[in-house]
T-cell receptor
Framework: GQNIDQPTEMTATEGAIVQINCTYQTSGFNGLFWYQQHAGEAPTFLSYNVLDGLEEKGRFSSFLSRSKGYSYLLLKKLQMKDSASYLCAVGRGSTLGRLYFGRGTQLTVWP | DTEVTQTPKHLVMGMTNKKSLKCEQHMGHRAMYWYKQKAKKPPELMFVYSYEKLSINESVPSRFSPECPNSSLLNLHLHALQPEDSALYLC??????????????FGPGTRLTVL
């Protein structure tokens, strides 16, 4: 399998900023995805990076460094509803259509 | 519209029952996926269909039988399941892209309990 590593749990307070890191080791890297999943619900697509740099989408931003095998998801102005699991997933060129998921980071936002 | 629908939402079945899970999308996607997800774990890929043909089977036991009747529909037929098969079953769909990995959109899932 692919080596995709992200922290198991993180906590933060409402209004704060949190950064969730993801490192990966894979051959034929073909894109990195971030999904949000609330308990008992489906994963929801948040962002996609295939080139180095920062992608911003409202309160959420995602960064990729291919040379370092590293990505992060940045959540600003945290809200209680941001409490969820955040899944990092990697695509490979040799197995198009297949996503390799990390174990997920459970984020808890406190008031 | 990025909606994938799944029915039923919840399913309880005995080990001798036969049941089916259904998934539908109208985004014109030609790849569809079945995943199994246990609590506090990431989704595990089971099957991938591309242009209505099975392209990936992740060594899933034969008590799970997928079917893709047309480009919008995906079924998962269940027979003689075990209690450890209890999980959230997720369907997803995406475009088929020959050079890059396309975004997968997930349905709400079917919560399956096997007694």
């Amino acid at each position: 399998g692919q080596n995709i590593d992200q922290p198991t749990e993180m906590t933060a307070t409402e209004g704060a900023i949190v950064q969730i890191n993801c490192t990966y080791q894979t051959s034929g890297f073909n894109g990195l995805f971030w999904y949000q999943q609330h308990a008992g619900e489906a994963p929801t697509f948040l962002s996609y990076n295939v080139l180095d740099g920062l992608e911003e989408k409202g309160r959420f931003s995602s960064f990729l460094s291919r040379s370092k095998g590293y990505s992060y998801l940045l959540l600003k102005k945290l809200q209680m509803k941001d409490s969820a699991s955040y899944l990092c997933a990697v695509g490979r060129g040799s197995t198009l259509g297949r996503l390799y998921f990390g174990r997920g980071t459970q984020l808890t936002v406190w008031p | 519209d990025t909606e994938v629908t799944q029915t039923p939402k919840h399913l309880v079945m005995g080990m001798t029952n036969k049941k089916s899970l259904k998934c539908e999308q109208h985004m014109g996607h030609r790849a569809m996926y079945w995943y199994k997800q246990k609590a506090k774990k990431p989704p595990e890929l089971m099957f991938v269909y591309s242009y209505e043909k099975l392209s990936i089977n992740e060594s899933v036991p034969s008590r799970f039988s997928p079917e893709c009747p047309n480009s919008s529909l995906l079924n998962l037929h269940l027979h003689a399941l075990q209690p450890e098969d209890s999980a959230l079953y997720l369907c997803a769909s995406s475009q088929v892209n020959l050079i890059s990995t396309d975004t997968q959109y997930f349905g709400p899932g079917t919560r399956l309990t096997v007694l």
